[in-house]
């Protein structure tokens, strides 16, 4: 079966320091892979996705960056976090197959606090 | 620019009753639209979702109704229970491989014993 994995679970990290968020996927090959970050309150903003390996889109412009080292491995990062950047941030997958896309389950989150 | 409009933003809803969320959309390049369910603290759980040729989906105690010329649809949740109490999104995903969801604003739903 299709298992997510993100951590850490909880963070708090000082305004100008940098940030390193980390997502990867079992039990399937090549899927699509996204970041959504949520603000309190609020609905799900797509950051990236990612087709394949070293292959990033960014939906929206901002202080972050997302990379795609392997496969089933997504990473989310700053050089520099802004207060702004606080908030709940999500990794998902999906399986591209045949012009569709099959699933799209999340994973549990880390909840980031910028002080 | 939002392109998919859900409402109301919080509803509560008396154990038992219906719950009934909408959503409306834009984009026409959507192929497929579900509905999530999130607890606190949790990701989103995919709840139900439709395809547009279809015009209602149901499962157990949740159906999803889809209106394509008007561009809208909507989550009724029968016989509403207080473990039912989270909040609701409904999204529409881009036809295509890059299958990018799209969300609505969220509506959080509270039900009371």
């Known amino acids: 079966s299709q298992t997510i994995h993100q951590w850490p679970a909880t963070l708090v990290q000082p305004v100008g320091s940098p940030l390193s968020l980390e997502c990867t996927v079992e039990?399937?090959?090549?899927?699509?892979l996204y970041w959504y970050r949520q603000a309190a309150g609020r609905g799900l903003q797509l950051l990236f996705y990612s087709v394949g390996i070293g292959q990033i889109s960014s939906e929206v412009p901002q202080n972050l960056s997302a990379s795609r080292p392997q496969d089933r491995q997504f990473i989310l990062s700053s050089k520099k976090l802004l207060l702004s950047d606080s908030g709940f941030y999500l990794c998902?997958?999906?399986?591209?197959?045949?012009?569709?896309?099959?699933?799209?389950?999340f994973g549990s989150g880390t909840r980031l606090t910028v002080v | 620019q939002q392109q998919v409009k859900q409402s109301p933003q919080s509803l509560i809803v008396q154990k038992g009753g219906i719950s009934i969320i909408n959503c409306a959309y834009e984009n026409t390049a959507f192929d497929y639209f579900p509905w999530y369910q999130q607890f606190p603290g949790k990701g989103p759980a995919l709840l139900i979702a439709i395809r547009p040729d279809v015009s209602e989906k149901k499962e157990g105690r949740f159906t999803i109704s889809f209106n394509k010329s008007a561009k809208q649809f909507s989550l009724h949740i029968m016989d509403s229970q207080p473990g039912d109490s989270a909040t609701y999104f409904c999204a529409a995903r881009y036809a295509g491989n890059t299958g990018k969801l799209i969300f609505g604003q969220g509506t959080t739903l509270q039900v009371k014993p």
């Open positions: 998902a997958w999906s399986v591209p197959r045949q012009g569709f896309t099959y699933g799209y389950t």
């Open positions: 039990g399937t090959s090549n899927p699509n």
